[in-house]
């Protein structure tokens, strides 16, 4: 289904893109597994893109999709919603956001994009599960079996973290209070109890860990100031990347605090256009 094969009645439209509500990528026990897909108007099977929403892995909702720029440059985007940690624990949520990219490539056709090259960004919990995504290919306990799609590959070709946590068995100590007033029980209701209990699947959980020479390439925004999700959680993974000399870039938003119009404004923009650019359609810019 090319987009000009979309049912008028799924087509919200601007001058710039089609988009096309929920569409059904997986069901798990009854519940329906939905994302939204973005299409920009006159471009022949254009990259992907896929967003993850944050919330604090309990709230949010794809319908909050703030890289509209990246579709009136070319990308189509599909944003994503998974299971929230109140009706499952992880690893469901990194099985659904895995499930989607399969999904994705098993559709290429049906909808038109270029699957070959997938991008990747998120914020908050988003981000984590952007990273987590990126660095755990054919990991079986990450990968699960959601959806129909398990001859795909959920592989990434570039990642775009905004502000995730990056290191579940530090990020407690590192937090400001205010910082651990959020995130001990966003944790505990993800994991279904606290990083020092559950040590294990805290490590399983946190992307630092799995950091290998094969990893795609990865872009970090965080901003300096933020009391929810501490940037020592950015420069975790940024050291990680750097010790297998992997690419990576880290742009710190002087004054940022955990989201807000600094990090999606024009020159941020401009820059997450341009990465995925380069990765996903082999564009330099100087």
């Known amino acids: ?26 069901e798990v026990d009854g519940h329906p597994l939905l994302l939204d897909l973005y299409l920009p108007k006159n471009v022949n099977r254009p990259p992907v893109v896929v967003w993850i929403h944050g919330g604090a892995w309990r709230s949010g909702s794809k319908s909050n ?28 949520q990194i099985h659904d956001c895995k499930a989607a990219i399969r999904f994705l490539r098993a559709s ?3 909808f038109g994009i270029n699957t070959e090259r997938i ?5 908050s919990a988003g981000g984590h599960l952007v990273a987590l995504v990126g660095v755990t290919n054919n990991h079986k306990a990450l990968e699960g079996d959601v959806g129909d799609h398990d001859d795909q590959s959920s592989s990434v070709q570039a990642i775009v973290d905004y502000f995730g946590p990056t290191n579940f068995l530090t990020i407690l100590n590192q937090s400001t ?4 007033s959020v995130r001990v029980p966003a944790l505990g209701l993800l994991l279904g109890g606290q990083p020092d209990d559950i040590p294990d ?17 990865l872009l970090l925004i965080h901003g300096d100031q933020d009391p929810q ?11 990680k990347y750097k010790e297998h000399s992997l690419p990576v870039h880290f742009e710190v938003v002087h004054g940022g605090a955990h989201g807000g119009d600094a990090f999606f404004d024009a020159r941020r ?17 100087k």
């Open 1 to 26: 289904m090319a987009v000009q094969d979309v049912r008028p009645e799924d087509r919200p439209s601007t001058d710039d893109w089609l988009r096309v509500d929920d569409i059904r990528y997986a």
């Open 65 to 92: 999709m703030p890289l509209t720029d990246l579709v009136k440059s070319g990308f189509a985007v599909a944003s994503v919603d998974y299971r929230l940690s109140p009706v499952a624990k992880f690893p469901a």
């Open 108 to 110: 290429a056709e049906k």
């Open 119 to 123: 991008g990747i960004a998120g914020s």
């Open 177 to 180: 209070p205010h910082g651990l």
């Open 201 to 217: 699947l805290a490590r399983l959980a946190s992307p630092v860990v799995h950091v290998d020479t094969d990893d795609p390439p």
């Open 229 to 239: 999700v501490p940037i020592n959680q950015s420069h975790e993974l940024h050291a």
């Open 269 to 285: 923009n401009m820059l997450v256009r341009d990465f995925f650019a380069e990765h996903l359609k082999g564009q330099t810019t």
